[in-house]
């Protein structure tokens, strides 16, 4: 099963950007898709973005215009660029891929992500 690892989360100051990384433990030429869920306190995990191995994206209403998920086959890499960052993006952001071969979910250990006002 496919390991992922987040990393770049934080505190920033709201109307900042952050950019977080998901590094894959191998290839994700067959991980898809590939996803960023985030969860704040008190609510339900939900899905922030989303990328297929095509390509094709799709974003949660809340982040669109915003923030950009993309993925770097070579370095077994996804990335979410988060701009205009609000305090109500705060929240715990989760890498998660389906290994399309063994038919398996994975999720990463998660990454804070805090927006002060």
């Known amino acids: 099963q496919v390991q992922l690892v987040e990393s770049g989360g934080g505190l920033v100051q709201a109307g900042g950007s952050l950019r977080l990384s998901c590094v894959a433990s191998?290839?994700?030429?067959?991980?898809?898709?590939m996803d960023w869920y985030r969860q704040a306190p008190g609510k339900q995990r939900e899905l922030v973005a989303r990328?297929?191995?095509?390509?094709?994206?799709n974003y949660a209403d809340s982040v669109k215009g915003r923030f950009t998920i993309s993925r770097d086959n070579a370095k077994n890499t996804v990335y979410l660029q988060m701009n205009s960052l609000k305090p109500e993006d705060t929240a715990v952001y989760y890498c998660?891929?389906?290994?399309?071969?063994?038919?398996?979910?994975?999720w990463g250990q998660g990454t804070q992500v805090t927006v002060s006002s």
């Open positions: 191998r290839s994700i030429f067959n991980i898809n898709p």
């Open positions: 990328i297929t191995s095509g390509g094709s994206t």
């Open positions: 998660h891929g389906y290994d399309s071969i063994i038919y398996r979910n994975s």
